[in-house]
């Protein structure tokens, strides 16, 4: 596709329910981030993947939070057990090696 | 020290000032550098790279000073539009495949 595309672009789902997220990156980008940005803040780290490395947990919140690419392409996050602290924009890049990032529009996350 | 640390600001300028911001790093390997822009709601975009000679792109120079590790952003002449969050991107690893963002400096221009 012409840019990283994320679905859904918005989810409200209750408390404790499980959610999925999905992006998929620019064709051919080895590189894909996830972030997650609550209103008013910064982007905050979550997952890093690039090629066939292990991926790079280390901004993952808690164990409820879960990220696979499969195929070296699309993506998707997993979030158990939904809590209300997890309601915020998750928004997703990828790139090559040095150069220049691209985001997806995000998705907007409401825990109710 | 955190990998990429910015001021958050809110830097607060009337139009047709010049304002700076700086963005530290804390690895001296790293080799790419840029800034990005994210308006309120919207997905951050790239503004500019930042190369070791510096850069200009109309209003906006970019600055690299790798003894002191620290990227600047210069916006001269501000206008009411470039009221956004610029945020600092580096290669954090040295090895040109892990970007990594810092939490943004946000300007409000004001008439």
């Known amino acids: 596709g012409a840019g990283v595309s994320q679905s859904p672009s918005n989810k409200v789902t209750e408390k404790g329910k499980d959610v999925e997220l999905r992006c998929d990156p620019i064709?051919?980008?080895?590189?894909l981030y996830w972030y997650r940005q609550s209103l008013g803040q910064g982007l905050e780290f979550l997952i890093y993947?690039?090629?066939?490395?292990?991926?790079?947990k280390s901004g993952l919140p808690s164990d409820r939070f879960s990220a696979e690419r499969t195929g070296g392409s699309v993506s998707t996050l997993t979030i158990q057990r939904t809590q209300q602290e997890d309601s915020a924009v998750y928004l997703c890049?990828?790139?090559?090696?040095?150069?220049?990032?691209?985001f997806g529009q995000g998705t907007r996350l409401t825990v109710v | 020290r955190k990998e990429v640390e910015q001021d958050p600001g809110p830097f607060n300028v009337p139009e047709g000032a010049t304002v700076a911001f700086n963005c530290t790093y804390s690895n001296s390997a790293s080799q790419s550098f840029f800034w990005y822009r994210q308006d309120c709601r919207k997905e951050p975009k790239l503004l500019m790279s930042v190369y070791s000679s510096g850069n200009e792109d109309g209003r906006f120079t970019a600055q690299l000073n790798r003894a002191s590790q620290y990227i600047s952003l210069l916006i001269r002449d501000s206008k009411l539009s470039d009221s956004a969050t610029y945020l600092c991107v580096v290669d954090y690893t040295g090895t040109a495949s892990k970007l990594t963002f810092g939490t943004g400096t946000r300007l409000q221009v004001t008439l």
């Open positions: 890049a990828s790139s090559l090696r040095e150069e220049e990032a691209f």
């Open positions: 064709s051919g980008h080895t590189a």
């Open positions: 993947f690039q090629g066939n490395s292990a991926p790079d």
